[in-house]
């Protein structure tokens, strides 16, 4: 009964799930007009210290922030219901769309219609990482951060390792000087960080699971491998859906061809999760074109890892994946909250943070050259001249026009239909 007066707030987050687009920083401009300036839920303080608490955070940014504001509004229980009803559209249209695209195959329609969809979503990328370059990388700290983390991103983009290593090595890098960001005042003396159990549990008990699983040939151990992937990029990705996609296509597109991981699984029952680049790219585009996070790509992800087994696994699949890559975010950003006064109070933290979106911004930049390869865009033909102008073409009007992603892949589908 007492959720019962919450009924009109919950109302509003799900028509703003269902009319949220153009990324998290279109998610924050909507936040502020329906829940700020239309329904007083928040003051327009707490939201930008809402948003500036989550970028601490990994996960999606965007998510962490409506959370809270359940969380402010009604503790816990509203704040898992709110998560719950945000991320329900994009994920049930993502995983529908697994579907679909199956369609689209067996009609000899996917080729063609999306052909222009890789190049898009390249150039996506190639803006955020553009964009992310201007606030990010400001000093020679950063810049060195950024040059070394796209040299080792690229080189190493196979070794799914590479990742937390940078991001560990980028925020102990910023921390070796504290001239930049120096402490002010004296820190507290202690911050209980107990509430941090459960996260940390459920991160080991994934990581154990899925290594015992692959190392005994578990029968149909999938879906623990597949909850481990997605809840340790959930854990790890900072930067948001950006970031996510390159550490996604690392794992499932290129790391399945690696000749190590082809001669360890050759005589298991199941190898390692694997799915087709071009099925990896029209999901990674078609993402844009739907309102919501861009994590619910998640759930697209784990319904073609599972698409050969059947439909029930299909939708199992896709469940998983919903879940597993938005449980980090949950847990992360009610677990620290509570703590959140004093962790602003120890300049560490911040340091840290500096060298962190450094990295991230050279694993954007590194991302976008890496997959660039398997884009057609050195041979003189026809085909090859449009999929450099739909990679420059994409970068240019999200620069410089306020045109809204879905008509930027409408227009994408309509080229492919065309040519």
């Given at each position: 009964?007492?959720?019962?007066?919450?009924?009109?707030?919950?109302?509003?987050?799900?028509?703003?799930?269902?009319?949220?687009?153009?990324?998290?920083?279109?998610?924050?401009g909507m936040v502020m007009r329906t829940f700020v300036h239309q329904r007083h839920d928040v003051t327009e303080k707490e939201v930008f210290e809402y948003n500036a608490f989550c970028q601490l955070l990994p996960g999606a940014s965007s998510t962490q922030v409506l959370t809270l504001i359940g969380y402010k509004r009604g503790?816990?229980?509203?704040?898992?219901?709110?998560?719950?009803?945000?991320?329900?559209?994009?994920?049930?249209?993502?995983?529908?769309?697994?579907?679909?695209?199956?369609?689209?195959?067996?009609?000899?329609?996917?080729?063609?219609?999306?052909?222009?969809?890789?190049?898009?979503?390249?150039?996506?990328?190639?803006?955020?990482?553009?964009?992310?370059?201007?606030?990010?990388?400001?000093?020679?700290?950063?810049?060195?951060?950024?040059?070394?983390?796209?040299?080792?991103?690229?080189?190493?983009?196979?070794?799914?390792?590479?990742?937390?290593?940078?991001?560990?090595?980028?925020?102990?890098?910023?921390?070796?000087?504290?001239?930049?960001?120096?402490?002010?005042?004296?820190?507290?003396?202690?911050?209980?960080?107990?509430?941090?159990?459960?996260?940390?549990?459920?991160?080991?008990?994934?990581?154990?699971?899925?290594?015992?699983?692959?190392?005994?040939?578990?029968?149909?151990?999938?879906?623990?491998?597949?909850?481990?992937?997605?809840?340790?990029?959930?854990?790890?990705?900072?930067?948001?859906?950006?970031?996510?996609?390159?550490?996604?296509?690392?794992?499932?597109?290129?790391?399945?061809?690696?000749?190590?991981?082809?001669?360890?699984?050759?005589?298991?029952?199941?190898?390692?999760?694997?799915?087709?680049?071009?099925?990896?790219?029209?999901?990674?585009g078609v993402v844009r074109a739907i309102p919501g996070p861009v994590f619910s790509v998640a759930s697209f992800m784990g319904g073609m890892a599972m698409k050969d087994k059947g439909t029930g696994w299909q939708i199992l699949g896709c469940i998983i994946g919903s879940i597993a890559i938005f449980l980090p975010s949950a847990?992360?950003?009610?677990?620290?909250?509570?703590?959140?006064?004093?962790?602003?109070?120890?300049?560490?933290?911040?340091?840290?943070?500096?060298?962190?979106?450094?990295?991230?911004?050279?694993?954007?930049?590194?991302?976008?050259?890496?997959?660039?390869?398997?884009?057609?865009?050195?041979?003189?033909?026809?085909?090859?001249?449009?999929?450099?102008?739909?990679?420059?073409?994409?970068?240019?009007?999200?620069?410089?026009?306020?045109?809204?992603?879905?008509?930027?892949?409408?227009?994408?589908?309509?080229?492919?239909?065309?040519?």
């Amino acid at each position: 009964m007492v959720l019962l007066r919450h009924i009109s707030f919950l109302k509003a987050v799900f028509l703003h799930s269902v009319t949220a687009f153009g990324g998290p920083q279109g998610h924050f401009g909507m936040v502020m007009r329906t829940f700020v300036h239309q329904r007083h839920d928040v003051t327009e303080k707490e939201v930008f210290e809402y948003n500036a608490f989550c970028q601490l955070l990994p996960g999606a940014s965007s998510t962490q922030v409506l959370t809270l504001i359940g969380y402010k509004r009604g503790g816990i229980p509203l704040a898992i219901i709110t998560l719950f009803i945000w991320i329900l559209p994009a994920c049930f249209l993502m995983g529908a769309f697994s579907f679909l695209l199956q369609y689209f195959d067996t009609t000899g329609q996917n080729a063609k219609t999306f052909k222009y969809i890789q190049p898009m979503a390249v150039g996506f990328l190639a803006f955020a990482a553009l964009k992310s370059f201007r606030v990010a990388i400001h000093n020679n700290i950063t810049r060195a951060i950024f040059g070394v983390s796209i040299i080792v991103t690229y080189l190493l983009f196979k070794s799914p390792w590479i990742f937390p290593l940078l991001i560990i090595a980028g925020g102990f890098v910023t921390n070796l000087s504290d001239k930049r960001i120096p402490q002010k005042g004296t820190p507290p003396k202690k911050i209980k960080w107990g509430n941090i159990w459960l996260f940390a549990i459920l991160f080991i008990m994934a990581g154990t699971l899925s290594e015992l699983a692959k190392n005994n040939s578990w029968p149909n151990r999938r879906p623990l491998n597949l909850f481990e992937n997605m809840y340790r990029f959930g854990s790890l990705v900072f930067g948001g859906g950006q970031v996510l996609i390159p550490m996604m296509y690392e794992q499932f597109v290129e790391r399945p061809k690696s000749e190590m991981v082809i001669r360890k699984n050759q005589h298991r029952r199941e190898g390692v999760i694997s799915i087709e680049r071009n099925d990896f790219y029209t999901g990674a585009g078609v993402v844009r074109a739907i309102p919501g996070p861009v994590f619910s790509v998640a759930s697209f992800m784990g319904g073609m890892a599972m698409k050969d087994k059947g439909t029930g696994w299909q939708i199992l699949g896709c469940i998983i994946g919903s879940i597993a890559i938005f449980l980090p975010s949950a847990l992360l950003v009610l677990f620290f909250f509570p703590i959140w006064y004093n962790l602003q109070r120890y300049a560490v933290v911040f340091r840290a943070l500096e060298g962190i979106n450094a990295v991230v911004v050279g694993i954007m930049v590194a991302g976008t050259l890496y997959m660039m390869k398997d884009i057609s865009i050195t041979s003189f033909r026809t085909v090859s001249f449009l999929n450099i102008g739909v990679i420059i073409g994409t970068c240019l009007v999200l620069t410089f026009s306020k045109l809204p992603s879905p008509l930027i892949v409408l227009i994408c589908l309509l080229l492919g239909w065309l040519f």
